[in-house]
C-alpha cells in the first residue's frame, strides 16, 4: 500500500458493506444507503467488543469441550469415553499417526491457534499497536481461511455415529464435548467475521 | 485531483439515523459463562473419592478402562496401574463416584472378574466380551477406608447376604475347597467360604456359610459329616451306595442332619464351632471329652493286647488301652508290663448323669479309691476273641479279693490287677474231675450215640442249605460286585480326564474361545478404522 494514496475516510466517503456503493457522508454518524437501504459504517460497528464478547465465549466453550468425552464408544457391551485428547492419543498408540495428526490438528491446534491470533489481534488494536500490520493482516487472513476447516472433528463424529450402528458388537454414540466443540467453532467464526481487519491499519493512517 | 472530484460528485448523501448503545453481544460470553461455570460445578460436586486397591497381578486389568462394578452397576473406573516398591504385587488407583463412599470400609472387598470354571459352576462369562471388571462387594459395617487389599478368587458370600457362618473342626480337609457345597438331605443351603489350620496346626478349621432362612436348622445337636465322594456299604440288607451329588464326587461337599439321639436343641449362634466327621457313620458314635488315664501293672503275657484294644466293664466299653511296654522293677528284681488305659467316664449313663459325672471329673482318684478298696474293682486280661488270641482289659469286681489300694507309678495312678482267668480255669478243672466220678457214663454214651444220629441228619440237611448258599446266592453277589466294578469303570471313562466327554468339553470351550476372540477382533478393528464398514480391510503398505 502506497502512503501517499488516500483512504475513503480521509476523504470523508463511506463504503456500502452490501451493494459497495460510495456514499459521502458525515463520519460520525453514517446513516443508510441511499440504494439498498444497509446501514452504512465506516468501520464494522463495534468491532472491537462484539469480537472481545465472542472470544470470551469461545474460551469459556473450549474448556468443556476439551475436558468432557467427544465420542462414547460400545464395544461388545464394554464402555469407552473418548476425550478429543484421549482419541489423538489412542490413535497414536494404536500405529495410526496419520489420523492422530489430522485429528489433533483439526480439534486441537486449529481452535487453539485461532483463539490465540485473534486475542493478539484484538489486543495490538486495543494498544493501538504499530507492530507489522501488514503480518497480522495475513494472520487475520488465516484464521478466515483456516475456520470451517476446525470442524473436522464434528463432522467425524457425525459421519461414526450414523455409520457405526452394529447393535451390540459396536456403537458410537456423540459425548456432551461435541456440542461445547461446535459452539467453540461457531462463536470464533463469528469472532474473525465481527473483526475489523481495517482497524489494524486506522492507527497507522493516523500516525503518519 | 479529479478523481477526487468525481468521487465527491457522484457521492450519494447518506440518511443520517441515531446510533445504537450497548452491544447485546455480550449476552453470548454470559451465556456461555453460566454453562461453564455450571459445568465446574456439576464436575466438583460429582467429584468421589480416588481409592488404592492392591493386586498381586494386573492380569486383565487396563489403566482409564477397566470399571469397578458393584452388583453390576459401574461405581468406578481404573486410572492407573502400577507396581509396588518391591514389584511383589501391583497397585490399582481407581476413582469412584460420589456418593460410594458409604461402602467403602475396611469390610470392603475387591477382586477382579475374569471367567472362572471352577468344580460345578461357570462364572464370569460376560467378561469374555467386555474383558474384565473388578468386583467389589461394599459393607457400610466397619470404619471409612480408601486403601485395599484386592481378593484372589472372588467371595463365595457377598456380606448382604443373610445367613450364618459356622467353623468345623476337621482332623484332614479331605477333597473340600472353597465354594463346596453344604448340604441338608440332598438339598444344597450353604457353601464353604475358606479353611485353614487351626491355632496349632493340629487339624483343619473349616469355615462354612449356611443360607437363610434354612441357618436357624443348625442347632446345638447338628452334626456335619464330609460328603465327599461315595460310600459303598455291604450289610445284612445288601449293597448300597451312598453320595450326595455328582458335584459333591468332584469338588467335595458336607452334609449336616440332627444326631439321632436327643432334641434338635437350640438354634446356633453366628460362628458357632461343630466337629466335622469323616463320615455319616461316625456321626452316630458319640464324642467324649472326658479321658482318665490309669496304669495297670502286669507280670504275665501281655501278648495278644495292643494299643486300641478295649476296657471293659460287664461287657460294656469303658475305653481303651492307649499305651503298653515292659520294664524291670529294680526293687522286685522282675519284669513287670504297666499298660496305660484311657477311661471315659462319659460313657456311662446314670439317673442324676451330670451329678454323677460332676463327681467323677472333680476327683476321679478319689471315686476310684472307693471302688477299688471298697467293692474290689480289678482289671484283668482276658482273651476278646479266641480265633486271633486278642486280649482286652477287663474290669471285674472281685468281692473276696485280697486288700488292696491305689498306688503311684510315674505320673499315673495304679489299679490293682488280678490274675488272668487261666488260673481260674485250672481250679475250675480240679472240680470238674471230682464231679466227673459222679457222671452215669454208660447211660450218657447210649444218649449221646442216638444224639449223634441226629445231629448227622441234621447235618446233611445243613449241607443241602450251605451248597444251596453256595450256588445261588454267592454267586449273585459276585455278579453285583463286577456289575458295580464296570460301571464304575464306565463313569471313570466317561468322565475322567482323557475321555471323550471332556476332550469335548474342552474342544468346544476352545472354539467358543476362538469365536469370541475374533468377534473381539471385528469390534477392535470397528473402533480402530470404522471406514472399514464401507471401504474394506486396508492392507498394510510394507507387508
Given at each position: ?6 483512504t ?11 451493494c ?13 444507503c ?36 467427544m ?84 463432522y ?28 467453540v ?20 493512517e493516523?500516525?503518519? | ?50 481409592i ?75 467378561t ?7 468386583g ?96 459303598v ?76 484294644a ?62 477299688v ?13 479266641l ?6 482289659v ?77 450256588q ?5 453277589v ?19 480326564k ?46
Amino acid at each position: 500500500m502506497k502512503q501517499d494514496a488516500a483512504t475513503a475516510r480521509q476523504l470523508g466517503l463511506v463504503n456500502c458493506h452490501d451493494c459497495r456503493l460510495l456514499v459521502e457522508t458525515p463520519q460520525h454518524a453514517p446513516g443508510r444507503c441511499p440504494r439498498c437501504g444497509a446501514h452504512l459504517h465506516l468501520r464494522k460497528p463495534n468491532s472491537l467488543a462484539r469480537t472481545w464478547a465472542l472470544v470470551c465465549a469461545a474460551v469459556i466453550f473450549i474448556i468443556p469441550a476439551n475436558l468432557l468425552p467427544m465420542t462414547i464408544t460400545t464395544t461388545l457391551g464394554a464402555k469407552q469415553a473418548d476425550t478429543i485428547l484421549s482419541g489423538v492419543i489412542y490413535f497414536m498408540q494404536s500405529g495410526s499417526w496419520e489420523i492422530a495428526m489430522v485429528i489433533f490438528i483439526a480439534s486441537v491446534f486449529v481452535p487453539f491457534a485461532k483463539l490465540s491470533i485473534l486475542i493478539v489481534l484484538l489486543l495490538s488494536v486495543q494498544f493501538r499497536s504499530a507492530w507489522r500490520p501488514k503480518d497480522r493482516t495475513t494472520l487475520y487472513r488465516l484464521t478466515e481461511l483456516v475456520g470451517r476447516w476446525s470442524m473436522v472433528d464434528i463432522y467425524v463424529v457425525t459421519i461414526l455415529v450414523a455409520l457405526v450402528k452394529l447393535g451390540a458388537v459396536a456403537a458410537i454414540e456423540a459425548g456432551p464435548a461435541a456440542v461445547y466443540f461446535a459452539a467453540v467453532v461457531v462463536v470464533t467464526m463469528f469472532a474473525a467475521e465481527s473483526f475489523d481487519p481495517r482497524l489494524i491499519w486506522d492507527v497507522i493512517e493516523e500516525d503518519v | 485531483m479529479t478523481d477526487r472530484s468525481q468521487a465527491e460528485h457522484h457521492a450519494a448523501t447518506a440518511k443520517i439515523q441515531a446510533r445504537r448503545g450497548f452491544s447485546i453481544v455480550w449476552i453470548v460470553p454470559i451465556v456461555a459463562l453460566v454453562i461453564g461455570g455450571w459445568l465446574a460445578f456439576k464436575a466438583i460436586s460429582e467429584k468421589g473419592p480416588t481409592i488404592a486397591i492392591t493386586f498381586s497381578s494386573a492380569e486383565g486389568l487396563e489403566a482409564g478402562k477397566t470399571k469397578i462394578k458393584f452388583k453390576d452397576v459401574e461405581i468406578g473406573q481404573v486410572e492407573t496401574i502400577a507396581l509396588s516398591d518391591d514389584a511383589s504385587h501391583v497397585r490399582v488407583s481407581a476413582k469412584m463416584i460420589k456418593g460410594s463412599e458409604p461402602y467403602l470400609t475396611d469390610q470392603t472387598k475387591f477382586w477382579v472378574v475374569r471367567p472362572r470354571i471352577n468344580g460345578g459352576s461357570v462364572s464370569g462369562l460376560g467378561t469374555m466380551f467386555s474383558g474384565a471388571y473388578i468386583g467389589i462387594d461394599g459393607s457400610k459395617k466397619g470404619n471409612p477406608a480408601l486403601a485395599f487389599t484386592g481378593l484372589e478368587t472372588p467371595p463365595v458370600v457377598t456380606v448382604g447376604q443373610p445367613g450364618r457362618h459356622f467353623t468345623l473342626h476337621a482332623e484332614t480337609l479331605g477333597s473340600l475347597d472353597v465354594g463346596a457345597p453344604v448340604y441338608y438331605r440332598q438339598i444344597q443351603v450353604g457353601q464353604v467360604v475358606s479353611y485353614g489350620f487351626d491355632q496349632d496346626g493340629k487339624a483343619v478349621d473349616v469355615k462354612i456359610f449356611i443360607e437363610a432362612p434354612h441357618h436357624t436348622r443348625i442347632t446345638e445337636n447338628t452334626r456335619f459329616w464330609n460328603a465327599s465322594g461315595f460310600d459303598v456299604s455291604l450289610n445284612a440288607q445288601g449293597l448300597k451306595v451312598d453320595t450326595q451329588s455328582m458335584i459333591s464326587i468332584v469338588s467335595g461337599g458336607i452334609a449336616f442332619d440332627v444326631a439321632k439321639e436327643g432334641l434338635p436343641g437350640e438354634v446356633a449362634k453366628e460362628n458357632a464351632t461343630f466337629f466335622l466327621y469323616a463320615d455319616r457313620n461316625a456321626t452316630q458314635e458319640k464324642k467324649y471329652t472326658v479321658r482318665n488315664y490309669w496304669m495297670l501293672l502286669f507280670d504275665e503275657s501281655v501278648r495278644g493286647l495292643s494299643i486300641g484294644a478295649p476296657v471293659e466293664l460287664y461287657g460294656i466299653k469303658l475305653g481303651e488301652v492307649v499305651d503298653l511296654s515292659l520294664e524291670f522293677d529294680l526293687d522286685k528284681k522282675k519284669f513287670q508290663v504297666p499298660v496305660v488305659i484311657a477311661v471315659a467316664p462319659e460313657r456311662v449313663s446314670a439317673a442324676k448323669r451330670e451329678a454323677a459325672l460332676k463327681m467323677v471329673e472333680s476327683d476321679p482318684e478319689a471315686f476310684m479309691k472307693v471302688l477299688v478298696e471298697q467293692q474290689g474293682l480289678r482289671a484283668q486280661l482276658q482273651s476278646a476273641n479266641l480265633l486271633t488270641g486278642q486280649l482286652m482289659v477287663n474290669m471285674v469286681f472281685v468281692p473276696n479279693a485280697p486288700k488292696a489300694t491305689l498306688s503311684r507309678h510315674g505320673d499315673y495312678r495304679v489299679i490293682p490287677t488280678t490274675s488272668g482267668s487261666f488260673e481260674k480255669l485250672q481250679e475250675s478243672l480240679s472240680r470238674i474231675i471230682t464231679n466227673m466220678e459222679k457222671v452215669p457214663f454208660d447211660q450218657i454214651g447210649a444218649e449221646l450215640q442216638q444224639t449223634l444220629k441226629e445231629t448227622r441228619n441234621t447235618v446233611n440237611g445243613f449241607g443241602g442249605l450251605a451248597g444251596k448258599l453256595d450256588q445261588e446266592t454267592v454267586p449273585q453277589v459276585q455278579a453285583t460286585l463286577v456289575e458295580l466294578q464296570k460301571t464304575l469303570v464306565e463313569l471313570q471313562q466317561s468322565v475322567g480326564k482323557d475321555s471323550p466327554l471332556n476332550y469335548n468339553a474342552r474342544k468346544t470351550l476352545e472354539e467358543l474361545n476362538q469365536t469370541l476372540r475374533s468377534f473381539r477382533e471385528l469390534a477392535d478393528t470397528l473402533e480402530l478404522r470404522p471406514q472399514s464398514v464401507i471401504f474394506g480391510k486396508e492392507t498394510k503398505k510394507n507387508e
